[in-house]
């Protein structure tokens, strides 16, 4: 069972690999937000104000970690989510850890990176279809 999503247009002559993460929140509603796949990015970096809204605990102890805007602050926590490609839903059976980032040069968006999530997935872009198609591994 594969998800397919296509790429979000985000201006003229720009797309990108941005799908949706359904985050289930502790009351167990499910919120849906965006994340870029971004397989140049070690870890899944949600911005602090996103994460404050999502309710999502923030750790107590802050690391630095290197990005493409420079060193930024964070802490780590985790998240349940799963996806869902309007044909198909597949829930991650476990935790996602997560860095949520409380200082540096902030994103707007939800970054999500290789450590855990393609763990998770057989990834397969295709760059001139603008879609991208993950494949559960079932590596657990």
């Known amino acids: 069972m594969s998800l397919n999503f296509k790429y ?12 949706p993460l359904n985050i289930r929140m502790g009351d167990g509603s499910l919120v849906k ?8 990015s070690d870890v899944i970096l949600i911005p602090k104000d996103i994460a404050e ?3 999502i605990p923030l750790g ?5 970690i290197d990005g493409v805007g420079g060193r ?3 802490v780590k926590s985790s998240i349940m989510a799963s996806l869902d490609d309007g044909h198909k839903t597949h829930r991650i059976p476990h935790p996602l850890e ?11 968006d939800i970054l999500i990176g290789r450590i ?4 998770e997935f057989i990834i397969e872009f295709d760059e001139n279809a603008k879609r991208v198609k993950l ?6």
Do not use: C, W, Y
């Open 8 to 19: 979000k247009k985000v201006s003229d002559d720009i797309s990108r690999p941005i799908i």
């Open 33 to 40: 937000v965006a994340g870029l796949l971004d397989s140049g």
């Open 53 to 55: 809204m999502l309710g």
């Open 60 to 64: 107590k102890s802050t690391n630095e």
């Open 72 to 74: 930024v602050n964070v």
């Open 98 to 108: 997560v860095s949520v980032q409380i200082s540096g040069n902030v994103f707007d």
């Open 116 to 119: 855990p999530f393609f763990e």
């Open 135 to 140: 494949t559960p591994s079932h590596r657990h």
